[in-house]
């Protein structure tokens, strides 16, 4: 496989769809009924100028140089579901209520949507079967058709994506500045040694996060001394569910969906009750069996920070030592 860059760079490695109909007719209408569009604006981050990627693929390599019109593609798809989309230019810091970047490797592309002030991603699809867009067995002569084919479907499901989430966007970024707010009230409990009511806080701010998110991890970094040293709060029943049907689902699955779904369960364990540490630890068994290791050895990590003298706590280090050393 190819190495992962920034599609902006390898703009000439892929086709276009810039019909007025965008890809493959029309588009229906995204965002919220009645009004289109979602009621958020975003910037699409472009690279500097001249800026160009190596790929290797069929046993040689090409140099891809920025092509402006992959960016054109990208910000009508954005400005379709969007009340406003522009382009981040480079050094100009964004305004915007979301940044999108998108990423090519000869196997896919994917489109993510980050919240500027950390950079965390809050939506992200990938589209792309696992054939390259360089087809080895395909003419040269032929390979321009080709990209656009694969592009345009590509495109096409970017966008289908967006409308699927088109209500959930604005929540989730909501989600997010209230835990910005939490996360600040419940430094001030600390700090005043009212520990019992900064855990409180702390888990507010964490339940309303992705774990896989950077502010989770700033977090959840100064709330596990404090959950290891006073008393949990109950583990919710649905968390107890999903860690049960996580784990049934892992032992019955038959293929890398049902496995990934399975694991799905455990993560939604883990952000129902981020203070449970057997949630941790059986999300990172998953992940390691999914050879996801760096997550896994994130979630092992987590176990052992809220249960510090579990009686396998040294076994779990070994096992994170060897995570980081694959």
């Not at 069929?58 to 009508?76: F, N, T």
């Not at 382009?87 to 810091?93: K, W």
């Not at 003419?139 to 694969?150: L, N, Q, V």
């Given at each position: ?59 040689g390599s090409v140099v891809v140089p920025l092509d402006p019109e992959l960016h054109s593609a990208i910000l009508k798809l954005l400005r379709a579901d ?27 592309l994917s489109l993510a949507l980050r919240e500027p002030a950390g950079d965390d991603v809050l939506f992200e699809t990938r589209a792309g079967d696992g ?171 987590r176990y052992i920070r809220l249960d510090p003298k579990a009686e396998d706590a040294s076994s779990v280090a070994h096992r994170i030592r060897s995570l980081?050393?694959?």
């Amino acid at each position: 496989m190819g190495r992962r860059t920034d599609l902006t760079l390898g703009a000439a490695a892929v086709g276009l769809c810039l019909g007025a109909a965008g890809c493959g007719g029309t588009r229906p209408a995204a965002g919220p009924a009645g009004s289109g569009k979602l009621p958020l604006s975003v910037a699409l981050a472009r690279p500097p100028a001249g800026a160009a990627a190596s790929l290797s693929f069929c046993g040689g390599s090409v140099v891809v140089p920025l092509d402006p019109e992959l960016h054109s593609a990208i910000l009508k798809l954005l400005r379709a579901d969007f009340q406003r989309a522009v382009i981040l230019e480079p050094g100009r810091a964004p305004t915007e209520d979301l940044v999108a970047t998108v990423a090519w490797s000869p196997e896919e592309l994917s489109l993510a949507l980050r919240e500027p002030a950390g950079d965390d991603v809050l939506f992200e699809t990938r589209a792309g079967d696992g054939a390259p867009f360089y087809p080895c067995e395909v003419p040269a002569a032929y390979w321009t058709f080709y990209r656009k084919t694969r592009q345009n479907a590509a495109l096409a499901e970017f966008s289908r994506r967006l409308r699927e989430v088109s209500l959930s966007l604005p929540r989730r970024l909501a989600a997010v500045a209230d835990a910005r707010t939490l996360f600040l009230e419940a430094q001030g409990r600390e700090k005043a040694g009212e520990i019992r009511t900064a855990r409180g806080v702390y888990e507010r701010t964490l339940v309303r996060l992705d774990p896989r998110m950077r502010l989770f991890a700033e977090v959840f970094a100064r709330y596990a001394p404090l959950a290891a040293k006073t008393k949990a709060p109950p583990i919710p029943e649905e968390a107890r569910q999903r860690l049960l049907a996580g784990q049934a689902g892992l032992k019955a699955a038959k293929d890398p969906a049902a496995a990934a779904a399975a694991r799905a369960d455990l993560e939604h364990a883990a952000r129902l009750a981020p203070w449970w540490p057997v949630a941790w630890l059986r999300l990172g068994d998953a992940q390691e069996e999914a050879e996801e290791l760096k997550a896994a050895a994130q979630s092992l990590r987590r176990y052992i920070r809220l249960d510090p003298k579990a009686e396998d706590a040294s076994s779990v280090a070994h096992r994170i030592r060897s995570l980081e050393a694959r």
